[in-house]
């Protein structure tokens, strides 16, 4: 079965962390609709952009959250592994999804570029002000989490912190010059920000999905750790791969002087151990040869 750093795992399956997930996701969800109405009210399409932006820090934060759940489920003989790869499916619809919403949110700019309308500026500050609180907020409650689903909600939350300071600035620019070209020009930077994003989750749920070997472990510094320890003569065939963003696994045939199988237990445990400590590595099939 699958070795966990159990700190790790009760953090990641805590009732905390899954009531964190919850409460970011009703304030995500109450700043979406202000922002929606309030964009509409104030004809302003930067607060309607935000909104969208918003919109994937909802479906990230939802879809983190039933992916939690999944993946804390005990495995099971038809799936070994558990449901862990549920993070990653639930990323790459979040990133697919955002893709979409930034071509909407592109093309809606575009034409407002051609002739920009009359907004109400004070009305567009206020709600960005309020968002901006509420994003500042949920950004504190996701902060410091491994996992790919929950790190990629507080990004989204992040990144809508930063475009509700944008859309500040644009209604204090409106209002003092009356030029309303901003608006369409802070709704195609807040889309830029949301394509962005999504590519960089796409990139790495794929990486995930096509079995590459995580950004953060070197196979060579792997091999090479492997061979320090006494008795170990070479590694090939070696393997690393993500099951998903914090579980980590490897197989490897290791080449080792004749020994009887007490010793060769021990030797095998200091692999282990080796592997967990330095690399993370949760889960190993070793073959001595």
């Not at 990139?203 to 091999?223: C, F, H, Q, T």
Request: negative net charge; hydrophobic residues 45%.
């Amino acid at each position: 079965g699958l070795r966990y750093n159990m700190n790790d795992l009760r953090t990641y399956c805590s009732t905390e962390l899954q009531d964190k997930l919850k409460l970011a996701l009703y304030l995500s969800f109450g700043i979406l609709v202000m922002e929606i109405i309030g964009g509409v009210l104030s004809n302003s399409l930067a607060l309607v952009s935000d909104a969208g932006h918003v919109f994937g820090d909802v479906l990230a934060i939802g879809l983190g959250y039933l992916a939690i759940r999944l993946s804390c489920r005990p495995a099971t003989k038809g799936a070994s592994y558990g449901l862990h790869r549920a993070e990653i499916l639930a990323a790459t619809i979040n990133g697919l999804t955002l893709i979409v919403m930034a071509g909407v949110i592109f093309y809606e700019a575009y034409h407002r570029l051609q002739s920009p309308p009359i907004v109400k500026s004070e009305q567009m500050m206020l709600i960005a002000v309020i968002g901006l609180f509420g994003n500042l907020f949920v950004a504190t409650r996701l902060s410091g989490y491994k996992d790919l689903n929950v790190r990629g909600a507080y990004l989204h939350v992040l990144g809508d912190t930063l475009s509700s300071i944008a859309v500040i600035c644009g209604g204090i620019w409106m209002m003092f010059t009356g030029s309303y070209v901003v608006d369409p020009i802070l709704s195609a930077l807040i889309g830029g920000m949301v394509a962005v994003g999504s590519i960089r989750l796409l990139r790495e749920s794929a990486d995930i999905l096509m079995e590459k070997a995580p950004r953060s472990i070197s196979p060579e510094e792997v091999s090479k750790s492997i061979c320090t320890i006494e008795g170990v003569n070479g590694v090939h065939d070696l393997h690393i791969w993500s099951v998903c963003s914090n579980i980590h696994a490897l197989s490897a045939h290791v080449a080792v002087v004749s020994m009887n199988l007490e010793d060769a237990n021990k030797l095998m445990n200091q692999i282990n151990t080796l592997l967990r400590e330095q690399f993370g590595i949760a889960h190993t099939t070793l073959q001595f040869e």
